[in-house]
């Protein structure tokens, strides 16, 4: 067989399954909707795991972004399946209808001339409606993958500058931004690695406005030549030639190309109705966790899948005369290296496992030492009263394994009613945006409970 017959029953193989392919994508997005409602709590569950787990700001960036892509990649892809579903049963409802009443008889609704005249021109033919509907779902789900792949090199993208920071850290030797090493060798890594974030956030803008408009750059000749590198190098960084055949089929003609238009408005759009919310008091303040009280706080009113942000206690209302309480430390390394600098680190942050147990990380440090400066990294208030010399153990919470500090409070003496817990910490100075060598303290956290 010749690569003309070849292509010939390619072809007619293509076109009938754009003929009989409704039957799949009905059957596709009925499933699909089922199982993405069903992976939200996973997806929340896994982005939970991977922010408790983060060992350093850099990783929690990095997981933070990779939870921004799941659950904005979860919300597309049910919006448009549930949008898919409706025009497809439109479509076939139309087509029924086709059947029994076949074109529109303007002629027959007996309509004036002036009505029928403008209904004729604006509606048109009826099978270019039902035409229009056909091209409008079948392009629905390469719509909704093409999004799905803009978020991905979006956070690419973001990936790809926190990779470089973290790289210059390490050339630095850990001091980037740090401005107790003012030495030259970092002072210069951190000029170039400033230099480089601005020119490549511009390369990066340039990318977009090119994207944005179907190819401003690429039709300009002489600015094609100088665009062409900034495209290949980006079009690497961002994955995108995932998805190129895609976009440019979109492109192609006048049809794609006003979804391709709409592609980035659709997803500003969509991100802003989902944060909208209807006001119904004029008094109520607006709902913050700051100014309403926060079910995390206490262990048994969290609901699932939800961490302990920064601490927890066992209930809203105490019976007893003690205070379990739980404190969430996380990114608090450089911290502690300046309160105490005679303490060693006892473990080394990066990727272990739990099948081969490995003790030369494990340091021969006192942990009595340690709970010390936990004590003076938190102050524990209860109303007016400062609680001192507290004895901490380490703790896995058994809510999302949390790591962090578990005391038990003596709450014997207060009295019944309602109490505030405020618990202050101190965080590094940063002098336009620069780390220092100093501490502030702040206050970490504040909810109220009850003893009775």
């Known amino acids: 067989m010749s690569d003309l017959e070849n292509k010939n029953t390619l072809q007619k193989w293509l076109e009938f399954l754009q003929q009989e392919s409704w039957q799949l994508e009905l059957l596709i997005s009925g499933f699909s909707i089922l199982l993405l409602f069903g992976a939200k709590d996973p997806i929340s569950s896994l982005i939970n795991y991977f922010i408790v787990n983060a060992s350093s700001s850099f990783f929690m960036g990095l997981m933070a972004s990779f939870g921004m892509f799941l659950l904005g990649a979860w919300l597309f892809l049910v919006v448009n399946l549930i ?5 497809r049963g439109l479509w076939i409802g139309t087509i029924g209808l086709r059947y029994v009443s076949r074109e529109i008889d303007f002629d027959a609704l007996g ?7 403008y209904l004729r021109d604006k509606i048109g033919s009826y099978d270019n409606y039902i035409e229009r509907l056909e091209k409008l779902c079948s392009i629905i789900f390469a719509f909704s993958f093409l999004i799905i792949f803009v978020l991905f090199s979006f956070i690419m993208f973001i990936a790809f500058i926190a990779l470089f920071q973290q790289t210059m850290k390490f050339i630095a030797g850990g001091s980037l931004n740090d401005a107790a090493d003012s030495s030259t060798w970092t002072k210069t890594i951190t000029y170039t690695s400033f230099v480089f974030v601005i020119l490549f956030s511009l390369g990066g803008l340039l990318y977009f406005i090119d994207f944005l408009t179907l190819g401003f750059f690429k039709k300009k000749k002489r600015l094609s030549t100088f665009y062409f590198p900034i495209y290949r190098f980006y079009s690497l960084i961002s994955l995108s030639f995932l998805y190129r055949p895609i976009y440019y089929n979109f492109i192609d003609n006048k049809y794609g190309r006003r979804f391709a238009f709409f ?27 700051k100014k309403w009280m926060n079910h995390s706080y206490y262990d048994d009113q969290r609901k699932e899948n939800k961490i302990v942000k920064q601490a927890s206690i066992q209930s809203k209302i105490i019976k007893d005369d003690y205070l379990e309480l739980f404190i969430r430390v996380a990114q608090k390394d450089e911290v502690i290296k300046l309160i105490c600098p005679n303490i060693d680190p006892i473990n080394s942050v990066g990727i272990k496992t739990d099948i081969v147990v490995i003790n030369k990380d494990t340091r021969k440090q006192n942990l009595d030492s340690l709970k010390l400066c936990f004590d003076a990294l938190y102050n524990i208030h209860i109303d007016d009263s400062l609680y001192q010399k507290i004895d901490y153990e380490f703790l896995k919470h058994p809510n999302q394994n949390e790591r962090g ?10 009295k019944e009613g309602k109490h505030n817990l405020k618990i202050e910490t101190q965080k590094v100075y940063r002098k ?3 780390l220092t ?3 502030v303290n702040y206050t970490f956290v504040e909810f109220p409970f009850w003893k009775y």
């Open 83 to 87: 949008i898919h579903v409706i025009l």
């Open 432 to 434: 336009y945006g620069v």
């Open 405 to 414: 500090l578990y005391t038990i409070l003596n709450i014997k003496n207060l």
């Open 111 to 117: 309509y004036s001339p002036k009505f029928t005249t």
């Open 263 to 289: 592609t980035i408005p659709y997803i500003i759009s969509l991100i802003f109705m989902v944060s909208l919310y209807f006001e119904t008091s004029d008094y109520l303040p607006e709902y913050t966790s």
């Open 437 to 439: 060598d100093s501490l």
